[in-house]
């Protein structure tokens, strides 16, 4: 059996999912982008006049986005150091890893879980970041 996880204090989902399932001791959080959960905005973003995006500051989605994770996290009664594997999906693998590297150091210093980066084309909204993570749970 699952038990579903939704919170107001991530960003709302894009799409008719969950931000979490919890089966047993396992966590499995939905793709968690930078979006700022009261606004919904893509922190860095800048659009031209059309409403075109110009230009995106990775180091700003980064911040946000493991804030998010955080949440969901807590929202599900686990803590950052649950975390047993993070997928991690780059808009600009050449442009980004490194700054987003640096980042993933800085907030994953003590716990390290598992970790797969790729390189994509695109995310469903104009974002240059997401995550895929699972938790384990205490017993």
Same mark, same amino acid.
């Given at each position: 059996?699952?038990?579903?996880?939704?919170?107001?204090?991530?960003?709302?989902?894009?799409?008719?999912?969950?931000?979490?399932?919890?089966?047993?001791?396992l966590l499995f959080l939905s793709?968690?982008?930078?979006?700022?959960?009261?606004?919904n905005e893509i922190p860095g973003n800048v659009?031209?006049?059309?409403?075109?995006? &110009?230009?995106?500051? &990775?180091?700003?989605?980064?911040r946000q986005v493991f804030a998010n994770v955080r949440a969901v996290l807590e929202a599900s009664?686990?803590?950052?150091?649950?975390?047993?594997?993070?997928t991690v999906y780059l808009t600009d693998m050449a442009r980004d890893f490194a700054a987003y590297n640096r980042l993933y150091a800085e907030h994953f210093a003590e716990a390290q879980?598992?970790?797969t980066?790729?390189?994509?084309s695109a995310l469903p909204t104009p974002i240059a970041?997401?995550?895929?993570?699972?938790?384990?749970?205490p017993n």
């Open positions: 059996m699952s038990q579903a996880i939704r919170t107001e204090t991530a960003p709302k989902p894009v799409g008719a999912y969950p931000h979490a399932q919890r089966v047993g001791n793709g968690v982008g930078p979006r700022t959960p009261v606004t659009y031209d006049t059309d409403g075109r995006l &110009i230009a995106y500051d &990775i180091e700003a989605q980064c009664g686990a803590r950052w150091e649950h975390l047993v594997d993070v879980p598992c970790r980066t790729l390189g994509i970041i997401e995550l895929k993570c699972v938790a384990a749970l």
